[in-house]
C-alpha cells in the first residue's frame, strides 16, 4: 500500500493492490455500506493533464453493458485523485493464467476469441476503439469467462507516443501499423486480438525486439508462419489470423465478428474429413455413436471391431477387436464401455471395451439377430431379428427378461427413447412399433410401404424417425400419436437416420449415398452432403459440435460440418 496515498477513496476501503499500469494502480477495495467488493484504479499521484483526460475517457465508457466487457460502476475525483470503481474480476489476467511461452489448445484459443470478438464488436458498434487490447486486458472471471477491460484509457496520444509514455512499451507488442502512425481505427482492435491470437498459437508474439525494433516490424515486416513454428495448427487457421494481421486496415475482416466467423470456420475440421476407411474384409458398419460428452466418436463394425477418435481433431484412439468373427448386429452402450455383438451362431456377447474381455452371452434367439438397443442407463439390452421375436436382456448378467413376437417379418431396427421409456421396433413388414419399454406393452403402430431399416427418437422423447426403403423418412409425435411429417426428398431407400441435439432437424442418408439435414417437423430441406460413395448405413450427430459422422457402404467413416438448427 506504499504507494496509496490513502486507505479511503470516497466511499471505498483499499484492501489490497491488484496491480499496476501506465495511469494508475488497481486495488481491490470494498464499498463502505454494504462491504461489497470491487476493484477501484486510482491514478498517479504525479498526474499529468493528459493521463486526467484518458482517464476520464475511460470513465466515460461506463456506459458499455456487455457480458465480456468489465463493467464500470462509479467514477469521481476524491479530492486531488481520479478514480474509476469495476466489478472485481477475481480470476487474474490472461497473461498472469498463460504465463509460459507456451501454445495454447486450439479449443482454448477458440473459446478466447469469441469472448473477445463479442466484446470489441459491441464496442465498435458502440462508436469506441479500444486500442489496447492486450493480455493484462483480459480478465479471468471465476467462472472462467473472458472479460475486456481499460476502455478509453489509451483514447489519448499517449497510447501510441513512446516519447510521452515510455512507461508503456509492452502494449506495442500487439499495435496495428496505422495506430503506430496515431490513426487508430476498429481494425486496429482486430489486429491486435490476431497478434493475441498469434502468440496463443505459437508460445511468442509475431514481433520480438526492443520498443523501436517491435514498431519496425509491425510497419514492415510480414509475421513469421504460424505453421512452421506449430505444425499442429490448422493452414486454414494461420490464413485467417495473417489476413487481420494484414498491415493496411483495408485488407483486413471487414468487422471482427467476421475475423470469428473466420477463424471459427477454420478451426472445424474439413468437410468431408475422411476418419476411416476399413479394409476390403470389412462387412457394412452398423452403428455409429458419440460419447455422451462429445469427446469421441465410436463405431462399431460388423467386423465386431470398436473404433475410436478425438472428435476435435479427429486423431485415431485405437482400434478394439471382440472375438466373433461375423457379427449380424453390433451396438456399442450408451457410455460406451460396453459392445453388444450378435453373431452368425444367434448369440449375443457383451464385452467389455477396456478389458476386451467377455462379460456375459445372451442365449435365445432361435434365428439370425438383426438389431441391438441398449436401453440409455446401460442396464438393459433389447435385441430382434429373422425370428420375429423382440427380447429383452439384463446386460450384466445375460439373463432374458421377456421375448414376444412383434412383427410378421424379420425385426430390421430397434430404438429405446432417451427417457427410457419407449422401446420402438422397425421390421421387414413395413410397420413400426412402439412399446412400454420394461413390459412389452404395444402403446403404437405405424406402417410404411416397404421395410422399415432404421429408428431414431428426438432428444425429448416426443417424436420417432422411421427410415424406410420406400425412400421415406416419417415423424411420429407419440404424445399424440400422429405422424406429423412424412419426408419424400430422398431417390432411393433410406438406410440411417438421427436427429440434431437441439432437436431441430433431422440428418437421414439413402442407398444413393447421399444424406439430406431437413427441419423435422416442416419437413423442409436445409442441405445435402454428397460425400460418400456407396450407400449410407449410419449417421451420428455430434452432441455439442455442429458435427455429423456417417459410415457409407464404401467402408468410410467421414466427418462433416452440419448446418446450424434453425439459422439455416
Ligand atoms: P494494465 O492494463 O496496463 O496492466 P491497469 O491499471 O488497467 O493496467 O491494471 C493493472 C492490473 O490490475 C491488471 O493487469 C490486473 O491484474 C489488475 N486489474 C485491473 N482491473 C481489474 C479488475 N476489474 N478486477 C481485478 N483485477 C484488475
Ligand atoms: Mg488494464
Redesign the pocket.
Known sequence: MAEAKKTIIDNYYLLQP?????????FLAEKIPGRKRY?V?ILNSQTGKESLRGFLNEARTSRLEHPHI?RIRDFGIDGETPFIV?????G??LR?LHPHREPLPLKTVLSYVRQIGSALQYAHNEGLVHRDV?P??L?VGSDGKILL??FG?VTTSLSWNPAAAPG?AGTAVYMAPEQIQGQPVRASDQYALAAIVYEWLVGVPPFRGNWTEIMAQHLKAEPPSIVEQNPDVPEAVEKVVLKALEKNPGMRFASVSDFVEAFEQACRPPVGTTLLELDGQADLMTSLAWSPDGTQLLLASRENALHRWDAETGQDLGCRRGALLEATAIACSPDGTLVAVAGRDRRIQIWEVEREKTLTICRGHVDEVLALAWSPDGRYLASGGSDRTIQLWLAQSGKNLTASIGHVDEVLALAWSPDGLYLASASYDTRVHVYEALTGKKLMSYRCEAGVYALAWSPDSTYLAAASYDTTVRVYNIKSGQEVQCYQQHTAGVFAVCWSPDGGLIASGDDDAQIHVWQAISGKQVYVYCGHTGGIRALAWAPATACIASGGLERKVLLWQAPDSWTT
Open positions: 491488484l496491480g499496476k499500469g501506465a495511469f494508475g494502480e488497481v476493484a484504479k468489465v469495476m466489478d472485481y474480476i477475481e487474474g489476467t498472469q492486450k493484462e486486458n480478465l477491460s481499460d484509457i508503456i
